[in-house]
């Protein structure tokens, strides 16, 4: 198994000119991109344009990438770039905005969240979201929790978490999609009614 | 829908799946709408479990890059994107080099066959059994050699080693067997060398 073999997959897809491999990369990655511009334009509305216009030039210039470094790599370094470049272009200086600032702030309430050009009905959505995926973990069992947290959170690999919960490494590979399955049952419920207006996510 | 596909797709989005097996889900991934449906909310789960401050966890994004690629022609592999059209005149330089290529091979043969003009021949050391008919100067040298015509056939003279097999063969080989052509020629002809010298000494050696 090679490390980014998934998105190498894809990639040689897109190359191939399957342009529906492209859409499960931006899908994978369109919320890391939009995190990541955010460290240079504040709104995020503008942040989903540069990481938009980011995709469309690495679709682009996908036939020049050879895989000698990781897929995301690559596009971090485009998704930095247009970045520099929008702010460049509109003759504005990079805000010094660090997301860390706002971990645990509670001054960082809806009303500072509504200057950042966020429309009610998205912040709504989104905090629907993220309460239904963080019930749905507090739902889970305790080795599925961990597995799961131990992913997404910690970013370790399977078996750097089968070292960790002393377990068998296609244990953890179960353990975290039952948990996925677990709680991607409860985000369906969300996107396809929960609040009748859920926009498609692909 | 299939758990061990499931199972496939959660494991791929953790880049933890082999990659052979990466290749087939790619493509039924790349489309299968309810799995790409699902591949999408394995990353809004992930986006949500990390808590990413300002990302929009209902964000349209994809479908927006989705639908500005519609007008982006598919990609081809650099290689076939690069590969030069042939050339009209390609096909036809490579034609004139192997006619050019040709005519010198068979110039170059009649140069060196007995009968070709002196002409091509001119070049060519004079032979040594040939007959000046110029006159030399004091100061020049012979301006014009004659050839004798060519000589009859070229003689062929076995080599020593050939021959004395060849004599200590027919010696030891049975009367019928002596008769063949070659041993009836080597041991009827008078004044061979090969035939008369050391016969025994051969014979020794084949006989050992």
Known sequence: MSADASDLSLVRRVQRGDKGAFD????????????????????????????????????????????????YTWLYRIAINTAKNA???????????????????????????????????????TDEIRSTVNAAIDALPEDLRTAIVLRELEGLSYEEIAGAMDCPVGTVRSRIFRAREAIDQRLREVFEGGLGRAEEIG | MNEELDSQLSAMFDDELPSAECELLARRLSRDGELKARWGRYAVLGAAIRAERGVRLNAAL?????????????LATPTVARASPVRWWQPVAAVSLAAGVAAL????????????????????????QGVNT???????????????????????????????YVVAHSMFSSQV????????????????????????????????
């Not at chain 1, 995020?44 to 980011?54: F, K, M, N, V």
């Not at chain 1, 272009?89 to 966020?118: N, T």
């Open chain 1, 24 to 71: 499960a990369l931006v899908l994978k990655y369109q919320h890391k991109l939009v995190k990541l511009v955010m460290r240079y334009v504040r709104n995020p509305a503008e942040a989903e344009d540069i990481a938009q216009e980011a995709f469309i030039k690495a679709y682009r210039a996908l036939p020049q990438f050879r895989g000698d470094s990781a897929f």
């Open chain 1, 87 to 125: 702010l460049v272009s509109r003759d504005r200086s990079p805000i010094d905005y660090d997301l860390d600032r706002h971990q645990g702030d509670e001054s960082y309430d809806m009303q500072s969240r509504m200057k950042d050009s966020e429309t009610p009905e998205g912040l709504v959505l």
């Open chain 2, 62 to 74: 994809a479908g927006r890059v989705s639908a500005l690629l519609i007008t982006e022609p598919a």
């Open chain 2, 105 to 128: 091979s068979i110039l170059w043969l009649r140069t060196q066959s007995p009968g070709a003009p002196l002409s091509a021949r001119a070049d060519r050391p004079a032979p040594s």
């Open chain 2, 134 to 164: 110029g006159v030399r100067s004091s100061s020049s040298p012979y301006i014009y050699t004659v050839p004798q015509a060519p000589a009859a056939r070229p003689v062929v003279v076995p080599s020593t080693e050939l021959a004395n």
């Open chain 2, 177 to 208: 067997e002596r008769h063949n052509l070659l041993s009836a020629f080597m041991t009827s002809e008078p004044g061979t060398a090969a035939g008369a010298e050391e016969p025994e000494s051969d014979a020794k050696i084949i006989a050992h």
